[in-house]
T-cell receptor, first 111, second 118 residues
Framework: QKEVEQNSGPLSVPEGAIASLNCTYS??????FFWYRQYSGKSPELIMS????GDKEDGRFTAQLNKASQYVSLLIRDSQPSDSATYLC???????????FGGGTRLMVKP | GAGVSQTPSNKVTEKGKYVELRCDPI?????LYWYRQSLGQGPEFLIY????????DSGLPNDRFFAVRPEGSVSTLKIQRTERGDSAVYLC????????????????FGEGSRLTVL
């Protein structure tokens, strides 16, 4: 059973703060990891991907990967109310053919 | 079209009825996926097509669910004898996969078909 676990939240942070979202996965052979953002009533959209241990930065977003601990996180700096959404962690399985999603963490950024 | 198109956007049906949900993927995307998402949950994998064939249908919950992609483009998800527990948003996604099936990038999702079974 391939599992991806996330705290469902809601995670509430004030505007301008750093939001930290966490994800653990069970499949030790996974090589790539994705973060999708889903606004209420909308479909998921990819915001970050990471393949190597360490940090990957893209604007206000930083993905962090620790394969030994089977842990991936997403940091959002200078959080904005427009960042309020559900963030889904996704891990490929079946030789990378498809994604297993976590349950998502709902983030609320308060002005 | 520019994105993944799903129809209908909303479908209300009665318990026991038959339902078809349609997905038109991004042109040129060989891989097509169906997921199901219930309120407050992440997307749950149902079935994956590489070209015309179902490469993995292990996520289909039971034999009331069936999907086809006869020409390798448009796909239809078919649900027989609908039950109230089938109520969810059904998401279709497409991807540009390698010949061996491995994803080379992101999944592009449609806006979903919201199914309500009364």
């Amino acid at each position: 059973q391939k599992e991806v676990e996330q705290n469902s939240g809601p995670l509430s942070v004030p505007e301008g703060a750093i939001a930290s979202l966490n994800c653990t996965y069970s499949d030790r052979v996974s090589q790539s990891f994705f973060w999708y953002r889903q606004y209420s009533g909308k479909s998921p959209e990819l915001i970050m991907s990471i393949y190597s241990n360490g940090d990957k930065e893209d604007g206000r977003f930083t993905a962090q990967l620790n394969k030994a601990s089977q842990y991936v996180s997403l940091l959002i700096r200078d959080s904005q109310p427009s960042d309020s959404a559900t963030y889904l962690c996704a891990v490929p399985y079946n030789a990378g053919n498809m994604l297993t999603f976590g349950g998502g963490t709902r983030l609320m950024v308060k002005p | 079209g520019a994105g993944v198109s799903q129809t209908p956007s909303n479908k209300v049906t009665e318990k026991g009825k038959y339902v078809e949900l349609r997905c038109d993927p991004i042109s040129g995307h060989t891989a097509l996926y169906w997921y199901r998402q219930s309120l407050g949950q992440g997307p749950e994998f149902l079935i994956y097509f590489q070209g015309t064939g179902a490469a993995d249908d292990s996520g289909l919950p039971n034999d009331r669910f069936f999907a086809v992609r006869p020409e390798g483009s448009v796909s239809t998800l078919k649900i027989q004898r609908t039950e109230r527990g089938d109520s969810a948003v059904y998401l279709c996604a497409s991807s540009l996969n390698l010949a061996g099936g491995a994803m080379v990038g992101e999944l592009f999702f449609g806006e979903g078909s919201r199914l309500t079974v009364l």
